[in-house]
């Protein structure tokens, strides 16, 4: 990610070179990379964030909890006993883990895993209890009776499963993890083509196709102005940092 964020933050600024990131991207690597070779606020222009997908509380169905409450109790009983799994050191869903351990006050060992498949089936199969992924990877082992769900990750319900509740509704607010695709520019792109960049993205994302399409996927369409995506990338690279420094996550 910071290799293609890099390429596009030092090509010219004239609209024709742009960068679709995941907001975990954005938000994370600064934290995780103290030297990165571009400012990811000053090199980059916020066009839109595109669309968002909510993460989940995930545990195999072995685990005696039914609810995020439950399962928070059950980790205080076993400290250390307890393991989540991730895509990999400092990936979104280690840095979600992360967070829910510092918010729930709570030891869950982490498991890394090479890539989102390896880590989900790992939790599919028992290897680990917790995982906090994404709602639509999951939702099929939802279904099945094989993965069960016990908390939404984000700041409202979702139509994909809206039984669930968020986390802030099953007592833990705090725990939001939310990413997706979100367009950039280089930064010193002028005001005007910023403009007319947002302005075909909105009316792409605003398309009754379109939107169809992301809806099916799990995405909430968002379709934001480049000043509220920028003050969401500020507000989250210093919730995500936090996470980082308290909890000493590094990437090697």
Known sequence: ?????DAVAKSPPDGYTLLMATLAQLTNNPGLYPNMPFDMEKDLAPVSIAATSPGAVVVH???PATTLKELIALAK????????????NGSANHLAGEL??????IDMQHVPYKGGGPALNAV??????VIIISLPLSLPFMKAGRLRALALSAPKRAALWPQL????????????SSSGPA???PGGTPKAIIGRLHAEVVKALTSPKLREQFVAQGLDVIANTP?????????????WTKVIKVSKVKVD
């Open 1 to 5: 990610g910071n290799i293609g964020a």
């Open 61 to 63: 169905p072995s685990v």
């Open 77 to 88: 009983t076993r400290p250390g006993k307890l393991n989540f799994s991730s895509t990999g």
């Open 100 to 105: 829910f351990k510092m918010l729930a006050h």
């Open 124 to 129: 599919v199969g028992g290897e680990v209890e």
């Open 165 to 176: 509740p968020t986390t802030a509704e099953a007592g833990l607010p705090g725990l939001e």
């Open 183 to 185: 367009m950039l520019a």
């Open 227 to 239: 000043e509220e995506f920028a003050a969401y990338v500020r507000s989250e690279t210093a919730r």
